[in-house]
């Protein structure tokens, strides 16, 4: 679960099945000028919203009502959706707000299918996790790594940006 991303395998390996919209999508126009002088605060601000929605669903266990699959797809939805399921197994829910740092590092916007990279500085210490029925907060390991570099991969799909790819590191920053 990404509240204990550090302390062991964060996204249960590579089995996640990974979707490609070069197959399906239509081509990207090259006439759709950015509306951002910073061809990278379009990554950006869809890494904010996808962590908006994973908030939410983390809060209620469950992505049901949520706009998660708006802006995670692929790996990103696939990990996101096991990582509520199993807080719903376990009876728990998270409360407050992780603090992100995102800095775009790439954005190809010459490829076929538009990518961005970036990296964040991801911040879970306030993101508590709490037994649903009693409201109980979750004693965590001391030792879990609560501040950690977190890569990401975006990709231009159908004209509006999404996250394909989070990976968290176990390296703290």
Same mark, same amino acid.
Do not use: F, H
């Given at each position: 679960?990404?509240?204990?991303?550090?302390?062991?395998?964060?996204?249960?390996?590579?089995?996640? !099945?990974?979707?490609?919209?070069?197959?399906?999508?239509?081509?990207?126009?090259?006439?759709?000028?950015?509306?951002?002088?910073?061809?990278?605060? !379009?990554?950006?601000?869809?890494?904010?919203?996808?962590?908006?929605?994973?908030?939410?669903?983390?809060a209620q266990a469950s992505v049901q009502g949520t706009d998660l699959k708006k802006y995670a797809v692929a790996a990103a939805y696939s990990q996101a959706a096991t990582e509520v399921k199993a807080l719903r197994s376990k009876g728990l829910v998270a409360t407050g707000r992780p603090v992100l740092a995102?800095?775009?590092?790439?954005?190809?916007?010459?490829?076929?299918?538009?990518?961005?990279?970036?990296?964040?500085?991801?911040?879970?210490?306030?993101?508590?996790?709490?037994?649903?029925?009693?409201?109980?907060?979750?004693?965590?390991?001391?030792?879990?790594?609560?501040?950690?570099?977190?890569?990401?991969?975006?990709?231009?799909?159908?004209?509006?940006?999404?996250?394909?790819?989070?990976?968290?590191?176990?390296? !703290?920053?």
């Amino acid at each position: 679960m990404a509240l204990t991303a550090c302390s062991g395998n964060p996204s249960g390996g590579d089995a996640a !099945p990974k979707a490609s919209p070069s197959a399906s999508a239509p081509s990207q126009s090259a006439a759709s000028p950015s509306s951002s002088p910073d061809p990278g605060a !379009p990554i950006a601000a869809a890494y904010r919203k996808y962590w908006d929605e994973k908030i939410e669903a983390y809060a209620q266990a469950s992505v049901q009502g949520t706009d998660l699959k708006k802006y995670a797809v692929a790996a990103a939805y696939s990990q996101a959706a096991t990582e509520v399921k199993a807080l719903r197994s376990k009876g728990l829910v998270a409360t407050g707000r992780p603090v992100l740092a995102p800095k775009v590092t790439s954005v190809d916007t010459d490829r076929k299918v538009p990518q961005g990279q970036l990296t964040d500085c991801t911040d879970v210490a306030p993101w508590k996790l709490v037994k649903e029925a009693s409201g109980r907060e979750v004693t965590l390991p001391a030792e879990r790594l609560t501040k950690y570099v977190t890569k990401v991969v975006a990709e231009k799909w159908y004209g509006r940006w999404v996250i394909v790819r989070v990976t968290p590191e176990a390296k !703290p920053c």
